[in-house]
């Protein structure tokens, strides 16, 4: 997606207590013949390390996710970055015992498992129910240079920020905010509002991309946002790679923010 963001602001460490738990996590994938099993066992263990942390923070794969993962090309990918993308706002410091067997499945497919204990890390506090906003795009499938808005419906006044991650970009391109910006410098809402705002769509757009650099079979890719409210303002840098941002998310107690994720999917346009 392109945006005109470009100011750039230093990171503020929160200090916040971090709670850790010692959890038995388990992940499985399922391969065919010409994937390589190492590859295979990656994905298991990731899948394994969103379950260690899923179990100390509740964080679960969305209905809505499932769904596009399943009407999208490249169903497989979809999925392992949905998976990825449900570890933001939680750590694991460190795992044991881990046992990683692979196993002959039906038609020629076979199944690695990965299983450890993880010892994960959370933000302390809990959710504030009231502390709420509701996130909704103008579409979750949108074509090459298409428009996309995004309409914040806040429980109450709170600073909001909005954050994509692009799952193909590799280091601090990774995570880049698109709101707000020098454009669109609203920082705290009090009442529904529309990202781009009417002041700032009229010196700027959001439109998605599809990025280059992929292979000609994909049609489709996914990315996401994030919508990070808090009670009082953080400040964020422009960019982060997605380990030092979800270093970051955790360290916000969970009484003081609210993390809203959503997925959309971009359709290669014709050539």
């Known amino acids: 997606m392109r945006a005109a963001t470009v100011a750039l602001l230093s990171l503020l460490a929160l200090p916040a207590a971090a709670s850790a738990e010692w959890v038995r996590a388990s992940g499985s994938y399922m391969f065919p013949p010409v994937m390589p099993e190492a590859e295979a066992c990656q994905q298991a263990e990731e899948r394994a390390r969103a379950d260690a942390i899923r179990q100390v923070s509740g964080e679960t794969l969305s209905a809505e996710d499932v769904m596009r993962c399943s009407e999208q090309g490249d169903e497989a990918e979809c999925a392992r970055n949905s998976t990825v993308w449900t570890m933001v706002g939680g750590e694991i410091g460190a795992t044991r015992d881990k046992t990683v067997s692979s196993t002959d499945e039906a038609e020629g497919f076979r199944k690695c498992t990965v299983s450890f204990e993880a010892d994960v890390h959370v933000a302390a506090g809990q959710p504030d129910p009231n502390f709420t906003i509701g996130v909704d795009l103008n579409n979750t499938v949108l074509r090459d ?41 609203l920082a705290r809402i009090e009442r ?40 009082t303002p ?28 959503k997925a959309y999917a971009i359709v290669r346009g014709n050539e």
């Open 145 to 185: 240079g298409e428009a996309l808005t995004v309409t914040l419906k806040p429980s109450q006044p709170m600073a909001v920020q909005i954050f994509q991650w692009l799952p193909y970009e590799q280091g601090d391109a990774q995570v880049t905010r698109l709101f707000p910006n020098r454009f669109d410098s």
């Open 192 to 231: 529904p509002i529309t990202v781009p705002t009417e002041a700032g769509a009229k010196l700027y757009d959001l439109k998605v991309a599809f990025p280059t650099g992929q292979a000609p079979r994909r049609k489709m890719v996914d990315e996401y946002l994030m919508v990070v409210a808090t009670r």
């Open 234 to 261: 953080v400040v964020f840098r422009d960019s982060y790679s997605l380990d030092d941002f979800n270093r970051l998310i955790a360290e916000i107690p969970q009484n003081d923010r609210r993390i809203v994720r």
